[in-house]
């Protein structure tokens, strides 16, 4: 059967499973069709091996998914069907209608976790020279001047933090205020963590509010750090996405490879390869579990694999 043809399914039991999912569960119709578009491809396998579902083993669904692989299905494919073949079969097995779930013991396709991107310290560096250039330059216009001001004060907090962007467009104007190096964030459920700012990041805030108490004082009493004209009172994130892919582009970067997160990526990956421990840096974004940290686990992986080529006496550096 080919994956993108039709598909016909015709087991009456895969006909009664896709019945109780849409009757106990209300699954959406494209939920369904996908749901029996996968299963006609199973039953079909097993058909052309001369099994159905109720005789399949473990063996016979493994042997599906090696023809799925060999079929060129990717990974995040492979396992959604797998996913709707063992909820076919349990439902067989709940129901009575056989004595054993064959697909309970097999494991799914591991899902290569992407790498971030990730931008170099010179990169960012680029990024923030070219953002700088002109804010004092009074000849140029208004506008552009409070611009540029902006973008460079939320780099600079950005890069500085690590911030989610809904949590960096969020902060409040008493974030410019503080006199201790750090700021406390609320942040995903609710958790309150504290985070770095640096001597950079506080003298672009200055800059940035003298600028907007001078140019835009109707501003001055806004509770926001970066306030906007929006129904949130503050920048939205989209806008602030959009300049910096267009600073990316003034600074000779992709603009495609460039985004807040990205800069939040260059935060952690280059706290690691300064020698950070992987558990602070946990604390800094606000991961919940160090699981979610470890995509940076390369960066640690590439410092080792220098430390043992510089420092082991038996090397030959």
Known sequence: MNSDGPFLLTDPLARLFLDMIAAERG?????????????????????????????????SVRAWLE????????TTSTARRLSCVRQFHRFLYVEGRRPEDPAAVIDGPRRGRPLPKILTMAEVDRLLAIAREGIEDAAR????????????????????TGLRVSELVALPRSAARTKEPLLTIRGKGGRE??????????????VWLALLNELRPGLANSPWLFPAESQSGHLPRQVFARELKMLAGAAGLRSELVSPHVLRHAFASHLLQNGADLRVVQELLGHADVSTTQIYTHVLDERTKAMVRDLHPLSGG
């Not at 963590?193 to 990041?201: D, S």
Request: hydrophobic share 45%.
């Open 27 to 59: 699954a959406a119709r494209n939920t369904l069709d996908a749901y029996e578009r996968d299963l006609a491809d199973y039953c079909d396998f097993l058909e052309r091996r001369g099994e159905a579902p109720m005789t399949a083993l473990t063996h």
């Open 67 to 74: 023809d799925l692989a060999l079929r060129g299905f990717k």
């Open 193 to 206: 963590r504290l985070v770095p700012l640096t001597g950079p990041a506080r003298d672009a805030m200055t």
């Open 141 to 160: 216009p208004v506008a552009e001047r409070l611009l540029t001001a902006r973008l460079t004060c939320l780099l600079e907090t950005l890069y500085a």
